[in-house]
């Protein structure tokens, strides 16, 4: 079986965009009239929670899969409905795969031993949720991810916390940037640039990848150049303010090496003002394709750009200029 990066890299070119679907059903965001329809077939509760939430992000599976490679599902938000979000989560995870998509389950998993080996199991085998990949926490080093990229060779893959989207994550990522010296992100980068090695594919990516923030474009660069190897998923863009020019240095020289998520933006379309006015609550699937659409459209100048100045064009200016060109 192809790796998982070959398989990524694959499905990137076959859809035409890095652009991947986060799946991040909050129930307090859910279009009204569905939570009601199925309290009304369930009772309040869990049960009827996990019926929305599965009845919501089959609707959006629908509507988005054949215009993008992935989905990235938040287990947290499936978890929170004990074993009947457990189960909505599996259903989701197999009709993305009925559909053609990757699935990397957003899940930021770690520990040691055979915890951590349970944990993989859970995620990754196909006795537990089969998806693609996973996010995984580096904290605990390489006894942490081992047991995770033992499912290498089943074409499975992981990607490592190294530079997050939130704001406090600098408190901790940055430590060490005091005075001069290398930030911990900068460790992190090397770390996981070196576990990832010796799971190289045929494209030249590693099935270790890692979790990079599109909101610092700075911090993007520096991370791109000490991890070439290394495919970047990019969380950020879109509903925290990430624009594609904040992303461009996530990509490699040639637009290639990251998929970027998009979650709120996406499956909640149909709650923003440019949205409104065009698309019900009960046409969030329609919203969502639409806005999958535009974000494509988006991130394709970012990826023409540089793949175009690989080849020996020119960009007149910077990234940002050209964009809005």
């Known amino acids: 079986m192809k790796g ?66 992935a989905v990235k599902p938040q287990a947290a938000y499936f978890e929170a409905l004990g074993a009947a979000g457990w189960e909505a989560l599996a259903v989701t995870v197999r009709e993305a795969h009925r559909r053609g998509l990757l699935v990397i389950l957003d899940a930021k998993r770690g520990d040691i031993g055979a915890t951590a080996e349970a944990y993989a199991s859970a995620c990754l085998s196909k006795a537990g949720l089969d998806a693609d990949a996973v996010t995984v926490n580096p904290l605990f080093g390489w006894e942490g991810l081992a047991p995770f990229l033992a499912y290498a060779g089943e074409g499975k893959g992981a990607f490592a916390l190294v530079r997050t989207s939130n704001p406090s994550g600098r408190e901790v990522q940055d430590f060490g940037a005091a005075g001069g010296g290398r ?80 979650a709120r933006s996406i499956i909640f379309a149909f709650r923003r003002p440019d949205y409104r006015e065009r698309f019900s609550p009960e046409e969030y699937a329609a919203a969502a394709r639409e806005a999958v659409r535009a974000a494509r459209q988006d991130l394709e100048k970012i990826c023409n750009l540089l793949h175009n100045y690989a080849a020996g064009g020119r960009m007149n200016g910077d990234i940002e200029e050209a964009v809005e060109r």
Request: glycine share 10%; proline share 7%.
């Open 183 to 262: 930030k911990f992100s900068d460790h992190l980068a090397d770390l996981v640039s070196r576990w990832g090695a010796p799971y190289r594919g045929e494209s030249g990516w590693s099935a270790l990848g890692a979790v990079v923030a599109g909101t610092d474009p700075a911090e993007a660069a520096r991370l791109r150049q000490a991890m070439p190897a290394t495919p970047f998923l990019v969380p950020g863009y879109g509903a925290q303010g990430g624009r594609a020019a904040d992303v461009a240095p996530c990509f490699d020289a040639r637009g290639r090496g990251a998929v970027v998520n998009a």
């Open 4 to 69: 998982f990066a070959d398989r990524l890299a694959a499905a990137v070119e076959a859809k035409g965009t890095p652009l991947v679907v986060g799946l991040d059903p909050a129930l307090a965001e859910l279009p009204e009239r569905l939570v009601e329809e199925a309290e009304r077939r369930h009772g309040k509760g869990r049960r009827a929670a996990a019926a929305a939430v599965r009845e919501f992000t089959l609707g959006i599976l629908e509507a988005v899969a054949d215009l993008v490679p």
